[in-house]
């Protein structure tokens, strides 16, 4: 079947059903579990790089595996079966030192398909088609990669066509049917592949249908370069593609928004092929092929779609679904137009210029010859400044930007390519399309290859020829961009209306007929002249192009009128007031003439009724050519009424009279940077405020920091945006350093051997090359005097550590953006555990999240783990870590304990929970060789013993206040979180210190009158597990009683084990004889105190008795189980540890209570209350199983060293029955107690 006719068939096909793409093939290979040895076969074997994750040279090294993915997709039901080519160009692979290969890589991958596809179509009946995937590459034309730089490109446009040229070339000889070009998160990348493509298609004469999609990264419905999804496909809408759409970044319920506006937007056909959901927080896929399916069912019931599948996460079960779920569902009807007769422009955001669009005004400012100021600007080199001359004029209301850099003593091309790429650093300027100006055709084509959107070429013409004039307008078109055409000749420039007309004629139909323009796309300059120059042949000029207006529009249909509105008046430079006069004169006419745009002055337009009566009428004469002195007139009133002026003259802006910290923090945040060292100079100076110029970084300057973090966090900024605070706040910073300097040097530091507040290593990990993100980290933390070594992208594991250990790194930082990253993190961090390293480590990136790193990557690295949100944020979590005084310790503390959480909640709400079989978990249960163990050191006494009336003053040591300071919900910020740096807290440390008082006040008056009394029971006994259980003995091997465990069987991320509280006592097979003991312990007497003070009606006194109980009880159980470590059971004699430390569980052993997360069953206290008989010292069980009195506490016993506290988490019914058999009760019983953790569903 030739190109021609797979066209056709797919066009048929796509009219009677939806078609099927396949699913992930990373997420196939995934599977595979490959090593570094698969992926180099024998061929590559020798190579000097790091192969593995490069899941491309597979179609080399390891073919069979590529096609049987193929064939389980295709057996699945797809109909489309992607190349695996994602990133086989020269760019990508050049990661790898194999860019040599480029060309085999995708002949083999489409030649593999190519079978699969032959091979499932001859089986079935049903034609396949293989598409050849051209991935985005892991560059891009619109976002610079250093902060410092933000014209500066790693890519050229000439380089990425290079690049898709080979691999195009390889897909079609290789045996692809369509070419795809996807995962678009940069149009202009985009562009230069079907640059590339068109180019392939012409030198093999050939056409294949061209599939688009594109990617939005979030749910603002934008790509990485910021570009909205309706922008994007005008961007690409001039190679005719056969179908577009949207894939990865979103599951198919967060894309449908997107996929409806692309599905209202294009009369192409509609793909769309989402992930398996949002990634969750360990950047894995959880929604089900029937989930997934289910949503692309309702895309294609509302008639949203003609193609679907999958991509990262889905599998064949996934398109399995898909097919099956669209099987019966219409496709979409493609409409027969949008828009129609709309000229379609846009920049980061859309724009359409129609019949009913007003006049479409485009800033002239950014032009050599019509801007002294902007001239100026770009000759010395200062492009940031002249940044702010287009941002005045979006903000002034021009809706299209002319850039012209055409002077002599400037090179053109290098001049345009820094602007332009200046300009797609700016959103609020790059959101509006540009009109790339020069006379010299070398100079427009350099905008055309830095630019994302779709623009205006301004201009060409015919005074070159035919030849010349069409080989210009096939580039401009292959580019994508509407044009300018001036009305000039061979001859030369048209001055009347009728030649004026004939050329446009011409150049019309030359365009749509030869060069294949809509015609929609042509914008005709009639040529706007200057009158009033003193000869009289100049006198009609106004009238004649006005008249060529009428013919343009009257006989060219489609086509658009424009032009330099400020030539008109050029015979009055200088005298502004009447310059503007014409202009509003000039374009009061045309446009009711039909005139669609002009390059104009936005921000000087007067309103035509706001025109002096004297100044309106001498600009309609001249315009008109109705007095024959209009010209010595006019000169006269300009003369008299003369205003001294200057055109760019710079208003002061409201911003610049606020506070010099409201300046700083609008500077950042707006990435204004003409003010920022003043600025700062000016809050350096404030002494008061700031003593310290590092007192100016830490304060204002990081405010407006953490405002761009905040922002960017909730999708209200833009990577650009971002990028342009940073440099704004390194500029501020750089202005301080050498006073930060000069400080230490009069302290009599060291400055020939800077002193750096800590060392920093920072790495994008292996597998990932993005680094953005990771820069700003490193500008904001040098900004604040961290030494940062930046090992830069794709950094294996063992190289960040070496680095780290090299240099006596305080603190490590990993980045990644895409989703392999993640586990790549989680490795190093099992990797710094091996090593035995300490040093905290911070992990960053677009796809973690505080979450992620809680429960996928802390639980494998026991020191300090930390997810810090933004660059903003790192300054903060360095500085506290870095701190030596004991608040680091609280910090991380603090962090543990939120983690810890974390993971609770996470995994008590996982709607899609997975579960081992309960064999399979005992088979992973807590592992300890009893063999090699030397057995429990036996207690003192097997038995019980009562305790009453335990010393108070003994048991106050060992309150911890903070729980205490809970209750009356006083909760210091860090660093004053904690008991007693909580009273130094500036919210709440005056009502705690307040609250305390009162508390040791009732404290002393119990003491005294012996209002409480504190009591505990205490049992040993003899013991070993059997199973999940464990069986508890007397001193002679009389079975006293069997305590029941709850296993862990929820499936957590990347679990090793699988515990139960019996997997810490020995085993009944070891024949070790071990133990186990219980305690419960009480406040009694507070019951008492309470309803006195309640009877005066003072409850506050009431809640303060309930507190100091309870914290008294806790207390007394951790008292008690320091004396059963160094005493009763004797363990740990040797301990010696401060009553904040055992708060802490820096000690050896657990004492785990029923009905908490180690074992979750309240019914277990009454084995406890079997045994020790609490009940003796005033310690009993209600119905309900709680504790009486309230302030009580019960638990068990275990010595071993490795046990740990854990919790169970959420069971199935399996685990439910099989307990309720143990235990010989029925399984409504437990249920009932077991509520809040059974999962029913499974």
Same mark, same amino acid.
């Not at 292959?478 to 001055?495: L, R």
């Not at 900004?783 to 790194?809: F, W």
């Given at each position: 079947m030739d190109h021609m006719d797979v066209k056709a068939a797919l066009q048929k096909t796509l009219s009677q059903r939806i078609m099927v793409m396949d699913g992930a093939m990373g997420t196939m290979i995934q599977r595979l579990k490959l090593t570094e040895e698969d992926f180099r076969g024998d061929e590559l074997a020798d190579h000097h790089k790091p192969l593995s994750g490069n899941n491309d040279v597979l179609s080399i090294t390891q073919p069979a595996y590529i096609k049987d993915i193929h064939l389980q997709y295709l057996r699945a039901g797809a109909d489309f079966i992607e190349t695996n080519t994602f990133s086989s160009t020269t760019i990508a692979q050049a990661d790898y030192a194999l860019e040599h290969l480029a060309y085999r890589l995708n002949y083999e991958s489409a030649r593999i398909a190519k079978e699969a596809v032959e091979e499932v179509t001859q089986a079935t009946g049903v034609r396949r088609y293989v598409a050849g995937a051209l991935g985005p590459t892991n560059r891009t034309l619109s976002i610079s990669p250093s902060v410092e730089q933000p014209e500066f490109r790693n890519i050229t446009f000439d380089e990425l066509v290079a690049a898709y040229t080979t691999q195009t070339q390889g897909l079609i000889e290789g045996g692809a049917d369509v070419l795809l070009v996807e995962t678009i998160f940069d149009t202009a990348n985009a562009k230069a592949a079907l640059f590339a493509i068109e180019n392939v298609f012409t030198e093999l004469n050939t056409t294949l249908p061209i599939f688009v999609s594109g990617t939005v990264v979030d749910l603002s419905g934008r790509t990485l370069s910021g570009q909205m999804s309706e922008a994007f496909l005008i961007s690409t809408s001039h190679a005719n593609p056969l179908a577009v759409g949207l894939n990865c970044a979103l599951g198919a319920n967060e894309m449908r928004p997107f996929i409806a506006n692309i599905s209202l937007n294009t009369t192409d056909y509609v793909l769309c092929y989402p992930n398996a959901g949002l990634p969750n927080t360990f950047g894995e896929y959880d929604e089900t092929p029937e989930m997934t399916a289910g949503y692309i069912k309702s895309f294609a019931e509302d008639g949203l779609v003609n193609i679907v599948g999958g991509c990262c996460g889905t599998t064949p079960d996934h398109i399995q679904a898909i097919a099956e779920a669209v099987k019966t569902c219409k496709p979409r009807e493609l409409p027969t137009a949008i828009r129609e007769g709309c000229m379609k422009l846009c920049g980061l955001e859309p724009m359409y210029v129609g019949k009913h669009t007003l006049f479409v005004n485009i800033g002239e400012r950014c032009n050599v010859a019509g801007s002294r100021r902007f001239a100026r600007l770009v000759r010395e080199g200062k492009y940031e400044e002249a940044l702010n001359i287009a941002k005045e004029q979006v903000e002034s209301g021009a809706q299209i930007l002319d850039i012209n850099v055409d002077d002599g003593m400037l090179d053109g091309v290098s001049v345009m390519s820094t602007f332009v790429n200046y300009i797609s650093s700016e959103p609020s300027i790059s959101k509006v399309p540009l009109c790339i100006d020069s006379s010299n055709f070398a100079v427009v084509e350099a905008g055309l290859k830095c630019y994302q959107g779709r623009c205006i070429v301004n201009s060409i013409s015919l005074k070159e020829g035919t030849e010349d004039f069409l080989e210009k307008?096939?580039?401009?078109?292959?580019?994508?961009?509407?044009?300018?055409? &001036?009305?000039?000749?061979?001859?030369?420039?048209?001055?009347?209306?009728?030649?004026?007309?004939?050329?446009?004629?011409?150049a019309y139909w030359l365009l749509v007929k030869e060069v294949g323009f809509d015609s929609n796309d042509i914008i005709f300059d009639p040529n706007i002249l200057t009158i009033a120059t003193g000869m009289k042949e100049h006198d009609t000029y106004g009238v004649e192009f006005i008249d060529s207006i009428k013919l343009i529009k009257t006989n060219l249909p489609g086509a658009r009128v424009s032009g330099g509105v400020s030539n008109f008046s050029f015979s009055f430079r200088g005298i502004e007031n009447v310059r503007q006069a014409m202009h509003a004169v000039f374009l009061y006419h045309a446009i009711k003439a039909g005139m669609d745009m002009g390059i104009v002055h936005a921000g000087q337009l007067p309103l035509y009724s706001d025109i002096d009566p004297e100044l309106l009428e001498l600009c309609e004469n001249l315009l008109w050519n109705r007095d024959p002195d209009g010209t010595e007139k006019l000169l006269q009133y300009a003369q008299s009424h003369r205003v001294s002026n200057t055109v760019e003259a710079a208003q002061t802006e409201q911003w610049r009279n606020e506070s010099v910290e409201d300046r700083l923090h609008y500077a950042i945040v707006k990435g204004i940077d003409t003010h920022i060292v003043a600025d700062t100079e000016e809050a350096r100076l404030c002494k008061d405020k700031y003593p310290r110029p590092l007192n100016v970084i830490e304060l204002p300057l990081m405010k407006g920091m953490s405002t761009v973090g905040e922002l960017f966090g909730a999708g209200k900024m833009f990577l650009p945006q971002v990028i342009k605070a940073a440099r704004v706040m390194k500029k501020a910073v750089g202005h301080l350093i050498p006073f930060m300097e000069a400080e230490k040097e009069a302290a009599n530091e060291d400055v020939s051997e800077r002193s750096y507040n800590g060392t920093i290593v920072i790495a994008t990990v292996k597998g990932d090359v993005h680094d953005i993100g990771k820069n700003i980290v490193?500008?904001?933390?040098?900004?604040?005097?961290?030494?940062?070594?930046?090992?830069?992208? &794709?950094?294996?594991?063992?190289?960040?550590?070496?680095?780290?250990?090299?240099?006596?790194?305080?603190?490590?930082?990993?980045s990644g953006l895409i989703t392999p990253s993640l586990d790549e993190m989680v490795r190093v961090a099992k990797e710094m555990e091996r090593q035995g390293m300490t040093i905290p480590l911070l992990i960053g990136g677009a796809t973690t999240s505080k979450a992620h790193t809680a429960v996928k990557i802390a639980p494998h690295y026991s020191s300090?783990?930390?997810?810090?949100?933004?660059?903003?944020?790192? *300054?903060? *979590?360095?500085?506290?870590? &870095?701190?030596?005084?004991?608040?680091?310790?609280?910090?991380?503390?603090?962090?543990?304990?939120?983690?810890?959480?974390?993971?609770?909640?996470?995994?008590?709400?996982?709607?899609?929970?997975?579960?081992?079989?309960?064999?399979?978990?005992?088979?992973?249960?807590?592992?300890?060789?009893?063999?090699?163990?030397?057995?429990?050191?036996?207690?003192?006494?097997?038995?019980?013993?009562?305790?009453?009336?335990?010393?108070l003053d003994d048991v106050i040591k060992y309150i911890d206040w903070k729980p205490f300071f809970d209750v009356w919900q006083l909760r210091g910020r860090y660093p004053n979180r904690g008991y007693p740096k909580i009273f130094n807290d500036a919210t709440v440390g005056e009502e705690a210190k307040a609250v305390f008082s009162d508390a040791q006040r009732l404290l002393k008056e119990i003491k005294t009158a012996n209002k409480f009394k504190v009591v505990g029971s205490l049992g040993f006994y003899q013991a070993q597990s059997v199973g999940d259980d464990i069986a508890v003995f007397d001193e002679t091997g009389n079975n006293l009683a069997t305590l029941y465990g709850l296993r862990q069987q929820m499936v957590r991320s990347d679990q090793k084990y699988f515990p139960c509280i019996s997997d810490f006592v020995a085993p009944t097979e070891s024949g070790l004889v071990d133990y186990i003991g219980m305690f419960a312990v009480g406040v009694l007497g507070a019951e008492a105190m309470c309803r006195s003070y309640e009877l005066e009606n003072d409850d506050y006194s009431s809640i303060m008795v309930k507190a100091l109980a309870d914290r008294l009880a806790e207390a007394y159980a951790e008292l008690l189980h320091v004396q059963v470590r160094t005493d009763f059971w004797g363990y740990d004699k040797a301990e010696e540890m401060a009553p904040s430390d055992t708060h802490k569980i820096k000690y050896q052993g657990i004492r785990p209570a029923p009905g908490y997360p180690s074992q979750p069953d309240h019914t277990e206290k009454l084995t406890i209350w079997k045994l020790l008989s609490p009940d003796d010292i005033g310690i009993t069980l209600s119905e309900s199983l709680a504790m009486q009195p309230a302030a009580a506490v019960s638990g068990i016993y275990f010595a071993h060293?490795?046990?740990?506290?854990?919790?169970?988490?959420?069971?199935?019914?399996?685990?439910?029955?099989?307990?309720?058999?143990?235990k010989g009760e029925t399984v409504e019983n437990i249920q009932r107690w077991l509520s809040t953790i059974c999962d029913t569903t499974t």
């Open positions: 307008a096939r580039i401009i078109r292959q580019h994508g961009a509407a044009v300018v055409v &001036m009305a000039f000749d061979e001859v030369g420039q048209a001055t009347d209306a009728a030649r004026k007309y004939q050329i446009c004629e011409r490193a500008v904001v933390l040098g900004c604040n005097n961290y030494k940062v070594i930046d090992l830069g992208v &794709m950094t294996p594991c063992e190289v960040i550590l070496r680095k780290a250990v090299e240099v006596g790194a305080d603190i490590i930082g990993l300090p783990t930390i997810h810090v949100l933004d660059a903003s944020k790192s *300054v903060v *979590v360095c500085s506290a870590l &870095m701190d030596q005084s004991s608040n680091r310790e609280d910090y991380t503390e603090d962090i543990k304990e939120e983690y810890e959480d974390i993971r609770v909640d996470h995994y008590d709400t996982l709607r899609d929970r997975k579960f081992l079989t309960l064999e399979q978990a005992r088979d992973k249960k807590f592992h300890i060789d009893w063999s090699e163990y030397p057995g429990t050191v036996a207690p003192t006494f097997i038995g019980r013993r009562h305790f009453q009336d335990v010393s060293p490795k046990s740990y506290y854990f919790s169970v988490g959420k069971i199935n019914n399996e685990q439910l029955m099989d307990y309720a058999e143990r």
